[in-house]
């Protein structure tokens, strides 16, 4: 089961570094997203979400893929890929997966205008080692899916890892 953490940042390039650096430490091995996005309050007030990856490409790259192989069948390979991508984009761009949109957008309005927050969803990881590595941009850590005695002792361990503004 995976593990939903939110934490608070003051301006939007530490949000992204910190995406960055949770990539980096699934590349590593060290963690297993699920999701990560960054949900930014921009000064206008609106809530606007940088997720890592984009299902409309995906969608449109698996309708060409398919597109393509049934147009062969037919005798209209390039035909059958430009409506497979067209269908793929399509079904990509209303596909949500991960942590939802809305949740999202519903925590980011609790932000200050121009500060962000890291949505992780998080399958597994090496705890204290990730909690080092993002110790040192700080944040707040606003909301998990965790027990209340787990969140406790995130806390803690937060606190030992020198984590600035837990």
Excluded: C
């Amino acid at each position: 089961m995976a593990n939903l953490f939110v934490v608070a940042y003051d301006d939007l390039g530490t949000a992204e570094k910190v995406r960055e650096k949770l990539l980096g430490l699934q590349r590593e091995r060290l963690i297993r997203l699920a999701d990560v996005v960054v949900a930014e309050r921009r000064e206008d007030g609106k809530i606007k979400l940088h997720q890592a990856h984009s299902t409309t490409g995906t969608g449109a790259a698996g309708g060409a893929l398919w597109g393509g192989l049934i147009g062969l069948i037919f005798l209209m390979p390039l035909l059958g890929m430009a409506v497979g991508a067209a269908a793929g984009a399509a079904a990509g761009a209303m596909t949500d997966v991960g942590v939802d949109d809305g949740f999202m957008k519903e925590l980011g309005e609790g932000l200050q205008p121009g500060a962000a927050a890291v949505f992780a969803l998080v399958v597994e990881g090496t705890r204290d080692k990730v909690i080092a590595e993002l110790a040192p941009y700080g944040g707040q850590l606003v909301k998990t899916s965790l027990s209340v005695e787990q969140e406790e002792q995130l806390q803690n361990a937060m606190k030992a890892a020198g984590w600035t503004h837990a």
